[in-house]
């Protein structure tokens, strides 16, 4: 870990104010929320700050309903309040086991919503720098590519990063269309879910669509989609404490035997938390039977393409999102 | 390590000149009794104070420099914006260390090479420099801030181990270990054959307690805070390697938050720290950290092992073959004994195990929990369970007709043998005899009520039972309590509390009167923990002990002025339940020996005990002693989602006498969980393109969660060895985990019909399996 400045945003225009100054996008200021991937990667020296600014006093840790009938988390409301609050386990079941399936319940209970938006990948290479990283150090190189790609993306991947967002939480928000509103110093706006992370492309290091100062105040959810049912599903070699190999979000609604609406998300296979708008596509309309599961599988991996260790995952998403829908289903 | 050179190893420290038989009484009722840890509440409490615990006034942090190449030489080495860094006073490598010797006979070392010998670095991480600050922050950064290039050289970690060698009993091909018969004639008439090739990864010990050491030095002694499975070994290697007598060492490990074997002997960090101390004259602390865990403290070595067994259609085993290699680094030959169990488990005529070692650029691999046997009995047990496959019969079965009394590799009767109910019990236990052989044909439900796949699998386990020479003191003390110590340690398993059992065995004195002391190399010479003989050994000199203080206090009371006992002989007097007695007389009678202390004048009544190696004992010379399991194991299977989990194990055990069933079934419990961590999960992997073990962390190096222990079953036979001395106890830290991983192995093939036979077992193993999802 190397020092750095510390000091506390008392207000979201103090912390704007603050984080302004930045001028690259890897940002020489950063927010400290829970803490546990930015503490964790400062003291790998990963992320190495000069000044870090606690947003814990700023009044976003609440939970709302919204006018719309949708429900805000405010940016700093915790993992595991966000899991276990009814609401979202009545409405927005997909979230809470999300969140639920995803580290140990110590982090969930310093881990927060916005923060989790922003966790960074777990590839090894990027944690370790004796290796050479485009995320970590543009233009280095990467060292998963032909290294020890495993856990990596086989979706999204481009020839610069092929680094998985490892995130639980980002599946479920995808699949329940959430929009992540921000403030900056020229505003307020709002951004949709599958539209916050970026694909690595040639500057891996550019991970979402927030700029120098924004800060994330809330993610809100849209209203429920009446008679809708969700699932998540999470693949991994131990039963707990594990990122995931293969995760899948559902949200799915059937009216007279077909297929009405349908949003399948998948985690731990693409560069970005996956909408997998192909596989939508080839439900909308139909029967909820395991054959078009299978063919909506398919079609959700046509474009993967693995590295030298990762290509059992195309496969393996593939189960979990016929497992996925029919366990959305069978509830149904 | 072989077992045999642990043996010599652990004979090699001092002790008795010969062992003693076993005495034929039956032990008082603590013997056996499923005693809590008697250092239970200062762990729970945090009040045990482990190695890095200790802190001194003016204590300085040390962290060291690792090297980012797998070979080659240092170029140059910059510390000058280090050494300008706040809090740093000093920087230390190999061009101004002061001298660290290299180990003669000291004991045994784990590198051979010093660390700062030289310029050479041999595999990625290696110790090329330290940094030591008043902060451990301070530290770390410096540490970070030091710049050293290196002239890389070619290096090979390759996971392969199909070096080019000459043949089998060449010079410079591989040895054969065992030899008995003509095996290849015997193999190549065999109507029945298995011919296969078994894969063992590289495994991490990470035990919870990482290494440390606090090494502080008052200007002619050091005092070094250790995490060590052996303090008098570690004080004989480091008065070597520091050069100072061993009187001018004392190494103090009273807790160790385990070993697993990772810590039997000394690695480079120590004598780091202590030269550090004494070059700056004040204590220092250096914690090795996780990271450096995965390549400076050993590992289990890969190992790769052919297989042939072959038999007749009826089950009998013409001929047994184990040909084997395992890496080892470039400065030390570490052979990993996989044939350990090899040449008397099955009765055979025609057998032959061949080892070979091959060169690789990774730190010095070392012991780890059951080293040989268990890489070894995964592929024997697997090339079991697929000739029993071949042969139509039921793996139990096979087993059970393939048993015997004698260890043919010598000819010796074994000293206690008991598979055959081993493997009996657990059939019981389990259900096996509900099991249907074909490949995804039982049913059942999994935790979450899911339909499942059950896949059932069974393996035997050995490991060898010796014990070495220990010492240890005893004294009854004028306070009414006993204090016993011995230059042991108890690094988890229960050590404390079976000595405090033994003494109050003999002595009849409560437990909570005992204060048993051990974890410091002042004490009397007692054994290093490991190669689960550290029970066997330091029991008979615990008892030795207590014997002789009772007969120097029968003695007292016999002879001391003012005695209520003036002027009986020891042979008139006895000692029960504290109160010294006449013979013929009840312990109600008696004085508590404390009073007897106090007329006396004297503050204690003192026994040195002593006890030899099995070696020395000329009867049980005559014997193959060893330990015997059978372990079964229930998989679930959810072809649909690529899911395995391990749902249930029964492991039996024939451990001779158990002397505490609450800490040999908690080894047994975490010898399972162990289990399915080498079977599903444990891989450290070295990204060949520089050496590093690249999932040097918890995240990527993965362990069993809670939610992966299965439903457990532990069951001992609980037979005395007749020829282990003291009541008759073997060792049982590491027969609880021999079979596990090929029981494993053998349920997944049931449960998928996909045999892995290169551990552990993935999910892009199952993946391929053709039953229907
Ligand atoms: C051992 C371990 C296991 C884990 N396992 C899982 C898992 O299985 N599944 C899973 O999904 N996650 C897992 N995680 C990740 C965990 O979910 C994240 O670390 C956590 O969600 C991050 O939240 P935080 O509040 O602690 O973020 P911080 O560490 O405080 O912040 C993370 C980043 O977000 C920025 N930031 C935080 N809040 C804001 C804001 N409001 N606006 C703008 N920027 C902000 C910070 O500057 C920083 O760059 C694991 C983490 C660990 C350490
Ligand atoms: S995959 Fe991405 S994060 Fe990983 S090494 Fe390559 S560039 Fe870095």
């Known amino acids: 870990m190397e020092a750095f400045k510390f000091s506390r945003a008392a207000t979201v225009d103090q912390a704007v104010a603050a984080h302004a100054g930045a001028t690259t996008a890897i940002a020489e200021t950063r927010f400290v929320a829970g803490g546990t991937t930015l503490i964790d990667l400062m003291k790998l020296s990963v992320e190495r700050p000069k000044v870090v600014v606690d947003i814990n006093g700023l009044p976003l840790d609440k939970v709302e309903a919204t006018p719309e009938g949708g429900l805000r988390l405010g940016a700093l409301t915790r993992n595991a309040d966000v899991a276990n609050h009814d609401v979202v386990k009545r409405d927005y079941a997909v979230l809470s086991e999300a969140i639920l399936s995803g580290a140990s319940p110590q982090l969930r209970n310093m881990a927060t919503t916005g923060g989790n938006l922003l966790q960074r990948t777990r590839c090894p290479y990027f944690r370790d720098t004796a290796h050479a990283c485009n995320k970590r150090e543009p233009g280095s190189g990467c060292s998963a590519i032909g290294g020890h790609n495993r856990m990596l993306a086989v979706l999204g991947v481009s020839s610069d990063c092929i680094a998985t967002n490892p995130s639980d939480q980002n599946v479920a928000l995808v699949a329940l269309e959430a929009t992540i509103d921000i403030q900056g110093p020229s505003g307020k706006r709002s951004v949709p879910a599958g539209q916050f992370h970026l694909l690595p492309g040639t500057t891996p290091h550019r991970e979402t669509a927030l700029q120098p100062g924004e800060i994330i105040t809330s993610v809100t959810l849209p209203k429920p989609i009446a008679g809708s049912k969700q699932f998540y599903l999470k693949l991994r070699d131990r039963a707990a404490y594990e990122f995931a190999l293969s995760s899948t979000a559902v949200v799915i609604k059937l009216s007279g035997g077909k297929i009405e609406h349908v949003r399948i998300a998948l985690g731990g296979v693409g560069t970005k938390p996956w909408r997998a708008l192909e596989a939508e596509h080839e439900l909308t309309g139909k029967s909820a039977d395991a054959a078009n599961f299978r063919i909506a599988a398919e079609a959700a991996m046509r474009d993967a393409k693995p590295a030298s260790e990762n290509g059992y995952k195309i496969e393996l998403a593939k189960r979990c999102i016929v497992r996925a829908l029919t366990n959305a289903t069978v509830q149904a | 390590m072989m077992f045999s050179e642990f043996l010599e190893f652990i004979q090699a420290n001092e002790g008795a000149p010969n062992g003693k038989p076993a005495p034929t009484t039956e032990p008082s009722e603590i013997i056996g009794t499923a005693l809590s840890r008697v250092d239970g509440p200062l762990k729970t409490t945090g009040t045990a104070k482990y190695a890095a615990d200790y802190n001194f006034k003016n204590m300085a942090y040390a962290v060291p420099v690792c090297a980012t190449v797998a070979s080659g030489k240092i170029r140059s080495i910059d510390t000058s914006r280090a050494e300008k860094m706040p809090g740093v006073v000093l920087v230390m490598h190999h061009g101004n260390a002061p001298q660290i010797f290299r180990n003669g006979n000291g004991g045994r070392n784990s590198e051979n090479r010093p660390p700062f010998e030289d310029d050479v670095v041999s595999y990625w991480g290696q110790y090329v420099a330290l940094a030591v600050a008043e902060t451990f922050q301070q530290a770390q950064a410096a540490a970070a801030a030091v710049s050293v290039t290196y002239d890389a050289d070619k290096f090979n970690v390759s996971a392969l181990l199909d070096d080019a060698m000459p043949e089998i009993g060449q010079p410079d091909g591989p040895k054969v270990l065992s030899h008995r018969g003509d095996f290849e004639a015997a193999f190549a008439s065999a109507p029945v054959k298995v011919d296969a090739v078994y894969r063992t990864p590289v495994e991490t010990h990470n035990p919870m307690e990482m290494h440390g050491t606090v090494a502080v030095w008052d200007g002619k002694r050091f005092t070094l805070y250790e995490s060590s499975q052996g303090v008098i070994n570690h004080m004989n290697v480091l008065s070597q390697m520091l050069g100072v007598p061993k009187?001018?060492?004392?190494?103090?490990?009273?807790?160790?938050?385990?070993?697993?074997?990772?810590?039997?002997?000394?690695?480079?960090?120590?004598?780091?720290?202590?030269?550090?101390?004494?070059?700056?004259?004040?204590?220092?602390?250096?914690?090795?950290?996780?990271?450096?865990?995965?390549?400076?403290?050993?590992?289990?070595?890969?190992?790769?092992?052919?297989?042939?067994?072959?038999?007749?259609?009826?089950?009998?085993?013409?001929?047994?073959?184990?040909?084997?290699?395992?890496?080892?680094?470039?400065?030390?030959?570490?052979?990993?004994?996989?044939?350990?169990?090899?040449?008397?488990?099955?009765?055979?005529?025609?057998?032959?195990?061949?080892?070979?070692?091959?060169?690789?650029?990774?730190?010095?691999?070392?012991?780890?929990?059951?080293?040989?046997?268990?890489?070894?009995?995964?592929?024997?047990?697997?090339?079991?369970?697929?000739?029993?496959?071949?042969?139509?019969?039921?793996?139990?079965?096979?087993?059970?007709?393939?048993?015997?009394?004698?260890?043919?590799?010598?000819?010796?009767?074994?000293?206690?043998?008991?598979?055959?109910?081993?493997?009996?019990?657990?059939?019981?236990?389990?259900?096996?005899?509900?099991?249907?052989?074909?490949?995804?044909?039982?049913?059942?439900?999994?935790?979450?009520?899911?339909?499942?796949?059950?896949?059932?699998?069974?393996?035997?386990?050995?490991?060898?039972?010796?014990?070495?020479?220990?010492?240890?003191?005893?004294?009854?003390?004028?306070?009414?309590?006993?204090?016993?110590?011995?230059?042991?340690?108890?690094?988890?398993?229960?050590?404390?509390?079976?000595?405090?059992?033994?003494?109050?065995?003999?002595?009849?004195?409560?437990?909570?009167?005992?204060?048993?002391?051990?974890?410091?190399?002042?004490?009397?010479?007692?054994?290093?923990?490991?190669?689960?003989?550290?029970?066997?050994?330091?029991?008979?000199?615990?008892?030795?002990?207590?014997?002789?203080?009772?007969?120097?206090?029968?003695?007292?009371?016999?002879?001391?002025?003012?005695?209520?006992?003036?002027?009986?002989?020891?042979?008139?007097?006895?000692?029960?339940?504290?109160?010294?007695?006449?013979?013929?007389?009840?312990?109600?009678?008696?004085?508590?020996?404390?009073?007897?202390?106090?007329?006396?004048?004297?503050?204690?009544?003192?026994?040195?005990?002593?006890?030899?190696?099995?070696?020395?004992?000329?009867?049980?010379?005559?014997?193959?002693?060893?330990?015997?399991?059978?372990?079964?194991?229930?998989?679930?299977?959810?072809?649909?989602?690529?899911?395995?989990?391990?749902?249930?194990?029964?492991?039996?055990?024939?451990?001779?006498?158990?002397?505490?069933?609450?800490?040999?079934?908690?080894?047994?419990?975490?010898?399972?969980?162990?289990?399915?961590?080498?079977?599903?999960?444990?891989?450290?992997?070295?990204?060949?393109?520089?050496?590093?073990?690249?999932?040097?962390?918890?995240?990527?190096?993965?362990?069993?969660?809670?939610?992966?222990?299965?439903?457990?079953?532990?069951?001992?036979?609980?037979?005395?060895?007749?020829?282990?001395?003291?009541?008759?106890?073997?060792?049982?830290?590491?027969?609880?985990?021999?079979?596990?991983?090929?029981?494993?192995?053998?349920?997944?093939?049931?449960a998928t019909g996909v045999r892995v036979r290169e551990l552990p077992v993935r999910i892009e193993d199952v993946l391929k399996a053709k039953v229907a999802v």
Not at chain 2, 476 to 498: A, C, E, H, K, P
Not at chain 2, 516 to 529: A, I
Not at chain 2, 561 to 574: E, I, M, R, V
């Open chain 2, 247 to 750: 009187e001018d060492i004392n190494v103090i490990s009273k807790f160790i938050g385990s070993g697993f074997g990772g810590k039997l002997f000394p690695w480079p960090h120590s004598a780091l720290a202590a030269t550090a101390a004494r070059q700056l004259n004040r204590p220092v602390k250096l914690s090795v950290n996780r990271k450096m865990m995965f390549s400076n403290v050993g590992h289990r070595p890969r190992t790769e092992q052919r297989m042939r067994l072959g038999a007749t259609p009826d089950g009998k085993l013409l001929g047994l073959a184990q040909d084997y290699r395992n890496h080892t680094s470039l400065h030390d030959d570490i052979r990993e004994n996989c044939g350990e169990a090899t040449p008397f488990l099955y009765s055979t005529a025609n057998l032959r195990v061949s080892s070979a070692l091959v060169k690789r650029n990774v730190g010095t691999p070392t012991p780890m929990r059951g080293p040989g046997a268990v890489p070894g009995l995964f592929a024997l047990e697997s090339a079991m369970d697929e000739l029993a496959i071949a042969l139509k019969m039921d793996p139990v079965a096979l087993r059970l007709a393939l048993d015997t009394q004698t260890d043919e590799s010598n000819g010796k009767p074994f000293s206690s043998r008991h598979l055959k109910e081993c493997l009996q019990v657990g059939s019981e236990k389990f259900g096996w005899a509900k099991r249907t052989p074909e490949i995804g044909s039982m049913r059942g439900k999994s935790k979450d009520g899911d339909d499942v796949i059950l896949g059932w699998g069974v393996a035997c386990a050995s490991w060898g039972a010796s014990r070495g020479p220990s010492q240890a003191s005893l004294s009854l003390l004028q306070n009414g309590r006993v204090r016993v110590s011995s230059g042991t340690q108890d690094i988890g398993t229960g050590t404390y509390t079976i000595v405090a059992q033994v003494v109050s065995d003999k002595t009849g004195i409560p437990i909570d009167r005992i204060d048993v002391l051990l974890g410091n190399s002042s004490f009397v010479p007692g054994p290093t923990s490991g190669g689960s003989t550290a029970t066997a050994t330091v029991v008979p000199s615990i008892a030795d002990a207590a014997n002789n203080a009772i007969a120097a206090m029968l003695q007292i009371t016999g002879s001391a002025k003012n005695s209520p006992f003036a002027g009986k002989t020891p042979q008139d007097l006895a000692m029960t339940e504290g109160k010294v007695h006449l013979k013929d007389k009840p312990a109600s009678s008696g004085v508590p020996f404390e009073e007897i202390l106090k007329g006396a004048n004297l503050a204690s009544a003192d026994g040195a005990g002593k006890s030899g190696g099995l070696g020395s004992d000329t009867k049980a010379r005559d014997y193959s002693t060893h330990s015997f399991g059978a372990q079964f194991v229930e998989v679930e299977w959810d072809p649909g989602i690529a899911r395995l989990r391990v749902s249930r194990v029964v492991s039996v055990v024939d451990g001779g006498r158990i002397i505490n069933p609450k800490t040999a079934t908690n080894q047994m419990a975490g010898a399972i969980v162990m289990g399915v961590g080498m079977g599903l999960f444990e891989e450290t992997i070295y990204d060949p393109r520089n050496g590093h073990a690249i999932n040097d962390n918890f995240a990527d190096y993965v362990v069993p969660t809670i939610a992966d222990t299965p439903q457990i079953d532990v069951h001992f036979l609980d037979i005395p060895d007749p020829q282990m001395g003291e009541y008759g106890a073997r060792g049982i830290g590491e027969i609880g985990l021999a079979g596990i991983a090929p029981a494993i192995t053998a349920a997944v093939y049931h």
